[in-house]
């Protein structure tokens, strides 16, 4: 079961009743990017050993709780969405959270940096500035020999 799968089975309606429980603050309006994702091609994830979950994270330092989703090999950021919503959701997600309850998370999550054309200009923006500190880095190595 993947995203994509889940969003195929969901109303938009119960997807805003999640992310309005969870997110209470939060005033944006998701229904485009739920759109979007669901017309998102079903394909083939690349690695096989990668999957979504979704954990509730208890924090006693400063005694927040929130929810946290990612895959269990890399974060959400700075991925192309029609990848995002191939990725298999782990069981134990599947088994603790409603379809509603992960897609309302997901969609939070992969909205940090705004829509996917957003998020794909900062990751540029910093590709570039790793490119630069890179080459200063070099240049300031040869200075010193």
Known sequence: MTILDILKQTKWTDIKKAIKYFY?????????????LKRKQK??????????K?????????????????????????????????????????????NEDIIAHFIWEITFYGTEKNMMSIANELDEYVKEFKNKQKSSLKKRR
Do not use: C, M
């Not at 394909?43 to 979504?52: A, V």
């Open 54 to 98: 979704l954990i509730f994270v208890r924090e006693n330092i400063i005694g927040d709780s929130f929810y946290a989703i990612s895959t269990n090999k890399y974060s959400l950021s700075f991925r192309l969405w029609s990848e995002l919503v191939n990725i298999p959701i782990s069981k134990t997600t599947l088994q603790h959270y409603s």
């Open 43 to 52: 394909q083939q994830h690349f690695r096989k050993d990668e999957q979504i």
């Open 24 to 36: 209470p603050d939060d005033k944006n309006n998701y229904k485009q990017i739920y759109i979007e």
